[in-house]
């Protein structure tokens, strides 16, 4: 397998992983939220920071090194039009995650201290909870932004 072909795969395999963990995590946090379990919420809560850290973190870093890499060794400039798109909705995309990031670990804080407790969760939980679907929104869409320019390439 040559270095392009390499490149390639592990390019698609953690983008997989990106939008996957991130589309996933999501899915579940949005339905703890709405279960009215405290107990659920701070499990899922811990699993999503988890995941995260274990499959979201190391494909937010390979995907930009990879994909530079087989522009290059593709020779295409990163100013062809559909690759500078799809680096601004990868940008776009990652300006949503970080604090999305922060959001999670507080969500987790707060759902672990409800149930140590045994008291409701703070007024502050819900709204970052809505902060977190907020941002995740138009980071998923920035990222199925990127998957069509991957996959296309069209001239813009």
Not at 54 to 78: D, H, N
Request: glycine share 6%.
């Amino acid at each position: 397998m040559n270095s392009y072909l390499l490149l390639k795969t592990l390019h698609i395999i953690s983008s997989v992983l990106l939008v996957g963990t991130g589309f996933g995590s999501a899915f579940y946090l949005f339905f703890a939220n709405r279960s009215g379990n405290t107990e659920a919420q701070m499990v899922v809560t811990r699993l999503v920071v988890f995941a995260d850290w274990c499959f979201t973190t190391p494909a937010v870093l390979i995907q930009p090194i990879s994909g530079v890499s087989m522009a290059y060794l593709a020779g295409w400039p990163l100013s062809t039009p559909w690759l500078m798109a799809s680096i601004l909705l990868y940008c776009l995309a990652g300006l949503c995650w970080l604090p999305v990031v922060w959001l999670q670990i507080q969500l987790k804080h707060m759902a672990a201290q409800a149930v140590a407790t045994k008291t409701a969760l703070p007024a502050r939980y819900w709204r970052y909870t809505k902060y977190w679907e907020r941002l995740g929104y138009p980071a998923f869409i920035a990222m199925l932004g990127v998957f069509y320019l991957m996959v296309n390439k069209p001239l813009l």
